[in-house]
C-alpha cells in the first residue's frame, strides 16, 4: 500500500512564490505526478518525476528526492487563477500501473 | 481530440434506486479508470481497465457497485440500489498507460452524484 501526506490548505500572495510538499511511503516507486484541480473540475496533469531531481516548466517546477520519500512542486509568480487543489500521486512499481492519489492541498491566493 | 466525456455531469436520486454513469475514454487510450472524490476520502480509485479487461476492482466499495467495459470506447459504473453515502463526484479517467514514459491520466469532467 501507500501512504500520501501532503498540508490541508495553503495562502499565498499574487506574486509570490509557493511550495507545496509532499512525502510518501510506498513499497515500490515508479513516479509521482502532481495535478491541478480548480473548484467544480476535473483534475489535469501538471509534472510526471521519476528521477532525483527538479523538473521545471514554466512558472511550475517539481522536486523529487527518492530517498527521502518526498517531492514538491514550486509556483513561482502566483496569479489569482493558481488558486486551486494541488494533488500529489504516486505510481507504485507493481504490475498494475495505477496512481495513488494524496487528499491534496488547497492553495489560495489573494492580491 | 474530445477528451474523455462522462455522462451524466449531475445526477439527483433517492434512496434504493439504480444509477448509471458513463465513460467514453479518449480514442486509443488503453487503460481507463474510475475515481471517487468526496471532501472527506479524497479521490479514491475504484476500478482499473487495462485494454477492456477489468485488472483491479480493490476499491469497489461492496457488491452494490459494478463496473464494465463492452469496447475500448465506453464504460459504466453501476450503483444498484443506491444509498445516501454514494454522493460523491465519480470521475473516469484515461490513459495510455505503458506505452507512454509519464502515463499521465486526463480525468472526465466528473459525474456529481447526490442521493436522497
Known amino acids: 500500500g501507500q501512504n500520501i501526506d501532503q498540508p490541508t490548505e495553503m495562502t499565498a500572495t499574487e506574486g509570490a512564490i509557493v511550495q507545496i510538499n509532499c512525502t510518501y511511503q510506498t513499497s515500490g516507486f515508479n513516479g509521482l505526478f502532481w495535478y491541478q484541480q480548480h473548484a467544480g473540475e476535473a483534475p489535469t496533469f501538471l509534472s510526471y518525476n521519476v528521477l532525483d531531481g527538479l523538473e521545471e516548466k514554466g512558472r511550475f517546477s517539481s522536486f523529487l528526492s527518492r530517498s527521502k520519500g518526498y517531492s514538491y512542486l514550486l509556483l513561482k509568480e502566483l496569479q489569482m487563477k493558481d488558486s486551486a487543489s494541488y494533488l500529489c500521486?504516486?505510481?507504485?512499481?507493481?504490475?498494475?500501473?495505477?496512481?495513488?492519489f494524496g487528499r491534496g492541498t488547497s492553495l489560495i491566493v489573494h492580491p | 481530440d474530445a477528451g474523455v466525456i462522462q455522462s451524466p455531469r449531475h445526477e439527483v436520486t433517492e434512496m434504493g434506486q439504480e444509477v448509471t454513469l458513463r465513460c467514453k475514454p479518449i480514442s486509443g487510450h488503453n487503460s481507463l479508470f474510475w475515481y471517487r472524490q468526496t471532501m472527506m476520502r479524497g479521490l479514491e480509485l475504484l476500478i482499473y481497465f487495462n485494454n477492456n479487461v477489468p485488472i483491479d476492482d480493490s476499491g469497489m466499495p461492496e457488491d452494490r457497485f459494478s463496473a464494465k467495459m463492452p469496447n475500448a470506447s465506453f464504460s459504466t459504473l453501476k450503483i444498484q440500489p443506491s444509498e445516501p453515502r454514494d454522493s460523491a463526484v465519480y470521475f473516469c479517467?484515461?490513459?495510455?498507460?505503458?506505452?507512454?514514459?509519464?502515463?499521465?491520466?486526463?480525468f472526465g469532467e466528473g459525474s456529481r452524484l447526490t442521493v436522497l
Open positions: 500521486a504516486v505510481r507504485d512499481s507493481g504490475g498494475s500501473y495505477i496512481p495513488t
Open positions: 479517467a484515461s490513459s495510455l498507460g505503458r506505452t507512454r514514459r509519464t502515463g499521465e491520466l486526463f
